[in-house]
């Protein structure tokens, strides 16, 4: 069974930063792309970074780029978004995301966990 479990949200000043962490379980987590995901209150889901098995092929949404980092540490089935700048409209519930396949899928397919708060706010 898969099972994702993030964790390093809170309650951030505009231009503060953070660290999310996201540890895995169920599937062989270095073999498969992963991926950041948010919602917003009212919103939908957003895809905010996706990293591959690898760490060697990266994306970002334009809104994060330059501010947020994904990392991940295959040793430790791991994975990481560093946060810096954040801005208040960054507000939102955060979820690690993983796909049935090893390549990541529609975002409505993706397996989420619990999800951790980020509220940026002064």
């Known amino acids: 069974e898969v099972r994702l479990v993030e964790s390093g949200g809170g309650l951030v000043q505009p231009g503060g930063s953070l660290r999310l962490s996201c540890v895995a379980s169920g599937f062989p987590f270095s073999e498969y792309d992963m991926a950041w995901v948010r919602q917003a209150p009212g919103k939908g889901l957003e895809r905010v970074s996706t990293i591959n098995g690898e760490s060697n092929s990266i994306s970002d949404i334009a809104s994060v780029r330059g501010r947020f980092a994904i990392t991940r540490n295959n040793a430790k089935n791991t994975l990481y978004l560093q946060m810096t700048r954040l801005k208040p409209e960054d507000t939102a519930v955060y979820y690690c995301?993983?796909?049935?396949?090893?390549?990541?899928?529609?975002?409505?397919?993706?397996?989420r966990g619990q999800g951790t708060q980020v509220t940026v706010s002064s």
């Open positions: 995301a993983v796909g049935s396949t090893p390549t990541l899928g529609p975002l409505s397919e993706l397996t």
